[in-house]
């Protein structure tokens, strides 16, 4: 599976959107890109997921680029609830995740 | 309530000691993983299933056996527990119609003393 890249932590004012990168550079053609996020030691939790087309779905919003080498995770009004650890993740079918450290997301009052 | 259970949540052992740590799911899922997590390394996959009596290895399988007899249940053994197996454990089960979409339970915090 192709290896990801995010930031290691990010701060968002609650309220606004907080918007998550994801770098992909050797993502292969059929591979999708999953978002999966875990608030503290919980088991992490699915979001969403796309192959080339943006998709929206009622967590999030996921801006996928055209040469798809990375992608954008949007929470468009990020709450205390959403702090957690971000993670982003390509693979073909949905099986064999490989989660790499994330990104914690920290909503701020 | 659509679910993946998994027991116990907390267990604290000793080296050598053969456990069991039970994981299942009722919404009649073919696949189900499991995973470890350390701090620093994320979540890596130690065994899956495709389906009843099919398991697989994942990235860490070394010291840990599972068996799939059973669509439901997913029961991962560590035979000799050793302390560089002290983690916290993740069961996932998905459809094969929607294996993008993993549900994870709760967790088992294991210490191995």
């Known amino acids: 599976d192709a290896k990801t890249t995010q930031p290691p932590s990010m701060d968002c004012a609650e309220g606004r959107a907080a918007n998550l990168p994801c770098n992909h550079s050797?993502?292969?053609?059929?591979?999708?890109v999953y978002w999966y996020r875990q608030i503290h030691s919980q088991g992490p939790q699915y979001i969403i997921h796309?192959?080339?087309n943006n998709e929206t779905n009622e967590m999030a919003s996921l801006i996928i680029t055209e040469d798809r080498k990375s992608s954008t995770l949007i929470l468009p009004h990020a709450t205390l609830r959403d702090t957690a650890v971000y993670y982003c993740?390509?693979?073909?079918?949905?099986?064999?995740?490989?989660f790499g450290p994330g990104t914690r997301l920290s909503v701020l009052p | 309530e659509a679910q993946v259970t998994q027991n116990p949540r907390y267990l604290i052992t000793v080296t050598g000691k053969k456990l069991t740590v039970t994981c299942s799911q009722n919404?009649?899922?073919?696949?189900m993983s499991w995973y470890r997590q350390d701090p620093g390394l994320g979540l890596r996959q130690i065994y899956y299933?495709?389906?009843?009596?099919?398991?697989d290895k994942g990235d860490v399988p070394e010291g840990y056996k599972v068996s799939r007899k059973e669509k439901r249940n997913f029961p991962l053994i560590l035979e000799s527990p050793s302390p560089n197996q002290t983690s916290l454990y993740f069961c996932?089960?998905?459809?094969?119609?929607?294996?993008?979409?993993?549900?994870f339970g709760p967790g088992t915090r294991l210490t191995v003393l």
């Open positions: 996932a089960s998905s459809s094969l119609y929607s294996p993008d979409t993993q549900y």
């Open positions: 050797t993502i292969s053609g059929n591979e999708y």
């Open positions: 796309g192959l080339k």
């Open positions: 993740i390509v693979s073909i079918y949905g099986q064999n995740f490989v």
């Open positions: 919404m009649n899922h073919e696949y």
């Open positions: 299933s495709m389906n009843v009596e099919v398991t």
